[in-house]
């Protein structure tokens, strides 16, 4: 036990090393806390993000926290991930590729009895990582334009608490305290004819943000579920320096100025989805989130935020005719997701559209897996002062099972 522990605590210490030096760049993450990250556990990025109804039974479903009422007795659930991912960006006149590894999440769930479960997860909320030369934009109510040249870094984390817990053998319901912490670096320069402004900022985030969730049984094959995540506010203070450079005369505003800023809201989301399976092999799931950015009643110079929705399916696929062949205990996934995106630039969409393939590999003699994904998606499009992302992503997520707690029936 003690080498087990010792073990674990090292595998964690590197992990969250990776964690802290993880990147993403996109333009779209100039936006708000930047580009809302995508870390789904297990299979869950094979199969569209999708799986709101599956139960935590063979790894962690981090998308309902009612899904741990099912985490297996006397077992010790890890999981840890990372991505690759190869972007071209693609503008009207021009097109830039860029590759990155990214950290995705680690996290660890456990019965507390046998019909309750516990979690605890540390993954990225927001990346905005982003570099921007010279983008032409028009001055309001004027026919004269002005050229803003920025570059950020930084981006918010999650540090999720979950406990879910079973009614007899049909309904669960599960309830996840998220503390969401980070700051975002944001350097802007502003030239307006032969004058520049530059805008130099760093802003702390933290707040704290509730969700609840529910999977009911309808029988032994079919799972309706439900999500709610409360709105909230993420309280944020600033560091601000500010210059101007007029006919080589350097000119001093502000010089680190610490003051508070606006808060930033996050909305009300509501998700529903179902699991189906088939046979006994074949499994179906499907989810819709509605995420109700209108009424934060939030707006970007550059942008508006708008409502969201979000569509997304998933197959697995697993033979299990025979469980001595490891072939026959390899899952298959594929899936497919749809958002229309919350920003709206010139009065367009930046809508994300993906498709993705997986497999799960098992791990002998354990009940542990390896999960691989592919995906390639399309966010945003070609227009004016649009640009549009390709990006080719692979999953890789380790979903560590152990058995802990149990007597040694043979010394």
Not at 123 to 129: I, K, Q
Not at 168 to 178: E, F, R, S, V
Not at 221 to 242: C, D, E, G, L, Y
Not at 360 to 366: C, F, H, K, V
């Amino acid at each position: 036990m003690k080498n087990t522990i010792a073990f674990l605590s090292c595998f964690i210490l590197m992990s969250l090393t990776s964690f802290s030096q993880s990147i993403s760049s996109s333009p779209y993450s100039l936006y708000g806390l930047g580009s809302l990250y995508d870390s789904d556990f297990g299979s869950i990025p094979s199969i569209g993000s999708s799986g709101t109804a599956l139960p935590s039974s063979v790894f962690i479903n981090n998308l309902n926290p009612a899904s741990l009422a099912y985490l297996p007795l006397n077992h010790f659930m890890l999981d840890i991930g990372g991505k690759a991912i190869a972007t071209t960006y693609e503008s009207g006149s021009r097109s830039e590729k860029r590759n990155n590894f990214q950290f995705s999440h680690i996290a660890f769930a456990f019965p507390v009895t046998k019909k309750s479960g516990f979690s605890v997860a540390l993954r990225p909320y927001s990346s905005a990582t982003f570099k921007i030369s010279n983008l032409k934009l028009p001055i309001t109510d004027s026919q004269e334009y002005y050229y803003l040249t920025a570059a950020g870094s930084g981006g918010l984390n999650n540090f999720d608490f979950s406990y879910g817990y079973r009614f007899g053998k049909k309904l669960a319901i599960g309830a996840t305290a998220t503390l969401l912490f980070g700051n975002i670096s944001d350097d802007r320069a502003y030239l307006i004819s032969n004058s520049v402004t530059s805008i130099s900022k760093k802003t702390d985030y933290n707040g704290v943000r509730a969700t609840l969730g529910t999977q009911y049984k309808i029988d032994s094959t079919f799972t309706i579920a439900s999500t709610f995540k409360a709105p909230t506010r993420v309280n944020a203070a600033k560091v601000q320096t500010v210059q101007t450079i007029t006919n080589d005369v350097v000119t001093t505003v502000e010089s680190d100025v610490a003051s508070d800023t606006d808060d930033y809201y996050i909305p009300l989301e509501i998700g529903i989805g179902i699991s189906k399976r088939f046979k006994n092999n074949l499994n179906l799931t499907m989810d819709y989130e509605k995420s109700l950015w209108n009424s934060t009643n939030q707006s970007e110079l550059y942008g508006n935020f708008v409502n969201q929705d979000r569509f997304a399916l998933g197959f697995t696929y697993s033979a299990k005719k025979n469980i001595r062949r490891y072939s026959d205990r390899i899952q298959y996934s594929a899936g497919a997701n749809f958002d229309t995106g919350y920003l709206e630039v010139d009065g367009k969409r930046i809508n994300n559209a993906s498709i993705s393939f997986g497999l799960s590999l098992p791990i002998d003699n354990t009940f542990s897996a390896l999960n691989i994904s592919y995906s390639y998606a399309q966010k945003g499009k070609i227009s004016d002062n649009l640009i549009k992302e390709n990006y080719h992503k692979i999953s890789l997520n380790l979903s560590l099972d152990g058995i802990w707690f149990v007597k040694r029936k043979f010394e």
